[in-house]
């Protein structure tokens, strides 16, 4: 059987550029998969670890100026945004490994023996261990940050886990030329290639996932690809940890205050978050609740006035731009729905950014079920403007929405002051894993505090995908009982020979 093409396409033309890659077999990924778990033991010391995260970023960085126009040609995402993408994943790259460094992801706490406690404490010393091989799969709509030396794969290697990377069919040539970049600063360490290999396919993806030494896996990418990936990880014999970032409409609140105060102002902010990326970013606001009345007219006035200026944008791909138009136009023909601004097709290969308004009360009708598409994320340009008569019907409304990425709540100065409005950033926080006030959701920092999750259909789990904090999720507590010094880990040893932060007996030391 001959191997499967993979094209790299360019979506501004819908064409064909080059054959980027093959399609991985069963026997491929089985190969990728044993080379990785064979590189375990490379990744053991913690100096060789950050020496290799820091010079990934190093290369990378320095292989912009070819990286950023492939990927600009199989995305067009453009230089500017691609630019800044890509320095996010060196940054983060170089954070993680300064985490590495500093050893408190290892979580050390030790217990001294008690025989007054009741019952009798024993030596105990307890630490994080590495998962084993983590699958990755990337991202389309952030070709740097999201895939193969993005998050995931930066918080995996971080924690010492090797990686096998499922390319996005959306950037294979992108997808290829990163990898190299990472074998290249692997080969400057003596690590071997398997600590980061690559596959392309759909059918290598479900391979991958169901694979025997898989130990977890991480996903970014559709409620429906990631709940088949989810379930087929759930079902293997040895059920393994699933990470899936699946689709989130990150509701926005703007009370009948802040938007009296300030409608012209959210507007603007809404139609700029709504569009970055052409509406391609997992933490746009899909839904926005709106008071009716005098103020709220004002708001969204603004928001389809700032709208009139933004021209027609290209999605990742044909099918997206599809389904985009499929989706926008089955949501305009329910009953009560308007199109302020109408979203849509462009020319041939692009799509116009668009606005969807009704009245709470469709959302809120026990037996208006067809509306409740508009409560399913639409990926691209286009957000849902929900007019409410008062704040218990919004409320209404927050009680049918799902698991979020974010939520935010728009206050006027006033509120924010007397804090009058932290009865609904309470009825906000249950939906979302961030929730914001005043601001907007569209860009996710990376930082020590960053939580990037939410309840399902948002996430598959409780952890987060941006922050330090994700490499726990590649991470197993071990606790070793009375054991003699000369068996321990160096990292558990009483003299604490690597000067790591840890718990001893309920005090803060490092």
């Given at each position: 059987m001959s191997a499967i093409p993979v094209w790299s396409v360019d979506p501004r033309t819908g064409e064909q550029r080059e054959q980027a890659a093959v399609e991985a077999t069963d026997a491929s990924v089985d190969a990728a998969v044993r080379a990785a778990h064979a590189a375990r033991g490379a990744l053991t010391d913690r100096a060789v670890r950050s020496a290799f995260l820091r010079t990934a970023a190093d290369l990378l960085d320095a292989a912009r100026d070819e990286l950023v126009p492939l990927a600009d040609a199989e995305t067009a995402l453009g230089a500017a945004r691609l630019n800044g993408e890509l320095t996010r994943t060196c940054y983060q790259l170089r954070c993680f490994a300064d985490s590495v460094d500093e050893g408190a992801f290892l979580d050390i706490i030790i217990s001294h023996p008690d025989a007054t406690a009741t019952p009798p404490v024993p030596d105990l010393r307890r630490l994080k261990v590495p998962l084993g091989v983590v699958a990755v799969y990337s991202a389309s709509n952030f070709p740097f940050a999201f895939s193969v030396a993005g998050g995931d794969t930066a918080s995996a290697l971080a924690a010492g886990c090797p990686v096998v990377v499922k390319a996005h069919p959306d950037h294979p040539a992108t997808s290829e030329a990163t990898v190299a970049v990472l074998h290249r600063a692997a080969a400057q360490h003596g690590l071997p290639e398997g600590v980061a290999a690559l596959v392309h396919g759909f059918d290598a993806g479900l391979a991958l996932v169901r694979h025997p030494l898989v130990a977890a896996a991480g996903f970014t990418g559709s409620v429906r690809g990631g709940r088949a990936l989810f379930d087929a990880a759930a079902a293997r014999p040895t059920p393994i940890p699933f990470h899936g970032e699946l689709g989130s409409l990150n509701p926005v609140l703007v009370t009948g205050a802040a938007a009296t105060e300030r409608a012209e102002e959210i507007g603007a902010g809404l139609a700029g978050s709504m569009t970055m990326g052409v509406g391609q970013f997992c933490v746009k606001p899909g839904l926005v609740l709106v008071p009716a009345g005098a103020?709220?007219?004002?708001?969204?006035?603004?928001?389809?006035?700032?709208?009139?200026?933004?021209?027609?944008?290209?999605?990742?791909?044909?099918?997206?731009?599809?389904?985009?138009?499929?989706?926008?136009?089955?949501?305009?023909?329910?009953?009560?729905?308007?199109?302020?601004?109408?979203?849509?097709?462009?020319?041939?290969?692009?799509?116009?950014?668009?606005?969807?308004?009704?009245?709470?009360?469709?959302?809120?009708?026990?037996?208006?079920?067809?509306?409740?598409?508009?409560?399913?994320?639409?990926?691209?340009?286009?957000?849902?403007?929900?007019r409410y008569e008062d704040v218990t019907e919004a409320e209404a409304v927050l009680d049918r929405?799902?698991?979020?990425?974010?939520?935010?709540?728009?206050?006027?100065?006033?509120?924010?002051?007397?804090?009058?409005?932290?009865?609904?950033?309470?009825?906000?926080?249950?939906?979302?894993?961030?929730?914001?006030?005043?601001?907007?959701?569209?860009?996710?920092?990376?930082?020590?505090?960053?939580?990037?999750?939410?309840?399902?259909?948002?996430?598959t789990s409780t952890s987060t995908s941006v922050g330090l904090t994700a490499a726990e999720r590649w991470l197993r507590p071990v606790a070793y009982q009375n054991t003699p010094e000369a068996l321990l880990p160096p990292e558990l040893r009483e003299d604490n020979p690597l000067g790591l932060p840890r718990v001893v007996d309920g005090r803060r030391e490092g």
């Open positions: 103020s709220g007219d004002g708001l969204l006035k603004s928001l389809t006035q700032s709208l009139a200026d933004v021209a027609p944008g290209v999605l990742l791909d044909h099918r997206m731009r599809d389904n985009f138009i499929a989706g926008v136009a089955e949501r305009a023909e329910l009953p009560d729905v308007e199109t302020p601004v109408t979203p849509g097709p462009g020319d041939a290969h692009s799509v116009a950014t668009g606005v969807l308004t009704l009245p709470a009360s469709r959302l809120t009708d026990p037996d208006g079920t067809a509306h409740d598409l508009l409560l399913e994320e639409c990926f691209g340009p286009v957000t849902v403007v929900v929405l799902p698991g979020n990425l974010t939520a935010t709540l728009h206050i006027s100065s006033e509120e924010a002051e007397s804090g009058s409005a932290a009865g609904l950033l309470a009825r906000l926080t249950p939906l979302a894993g961030r929730v914001l006030v005043n601001a907007w959701p569209t860009g996710v920092a990376v930082a020590p505090a960053q939580h990037h999750g939410g309840p399902y259909p948002a996430t």
